[in-house]
């Protein structure tokens, strides 16, 4: 007990301001972590094909597509399917290909890389989707 006053006794404040200042941190990280997460998200939803068309000729079409091709390739037909594929991607960025036409295509990659294995037939009818979709 603290002070007095004719008798009475009043207790000991205790320090404000060093209640108010816990949680500062947490609450800031907290502020910093959803401001992060909301940008990305908004990169997301307004650049979302640019980044999908982006992501499938640097990564799914050069590296995991072309290492899958079937041995009988020659360097030139493997670089005629990639220039195939490159340009239809370019193509949907510019936004001449149907969003339609480019999920099409990008699932047919997806199950022919599925079994880790591509056919030549396979192969073929992929340039047949691309260059039907092409004329459309």
């Known amino acids: 007990m603290g002070q007095t006053t004719k008798g009475v006794a009043f207790p000991d404040k205790p320090n404000a301001r060093k209640n108010r200042k816990e949680g500062?941190?947490?609450?800031?990280?907290?502020?910093?972590?959803?401001?992060?997460?909301?940008?990305?998200m908004s990169v997301v939803y307004f650049k979302g094909k640019e980044l999908t068309i982006f992501t499938f000729q640097r990564f799914v079409i050069n590296k995991a597509f072309m290492s899958l091709l079937p041995e009988e390739y020659t360097l030139e037909e493997a670089e005629s399917v990639r220039g195939q594929v490159f340009t239809f991607y370019d193509t949907a960025m510019k936004g001449d290909v149907s969003e339609q036409e480019l999920l099409e295509v990008s699932t047919r990659i997806q199950s022919i890389l599925a079994d880790q294995k591509v056919e030549d037939?396979?192969?073929?009818?992929?340039?047949?989707?691309?260059?039907?979709?092409?004329?459309?």
Do not use: D
């Not at 500062?24 to 990305?40: E, K």
């Not at 037939?121 to 459309?136: D, H, P």
């Open 24 to 40: 500062r941190g947490f609450f800031l990280a907290l502020l910093i972590v959803s401001g992060v997460l909301i940008l990305c």
């Open 121 to 136: 037939e396979e192969v073929k009818s992929l340039l047949t989707l691309i260059e039907a979709g092409g004329r459309r």
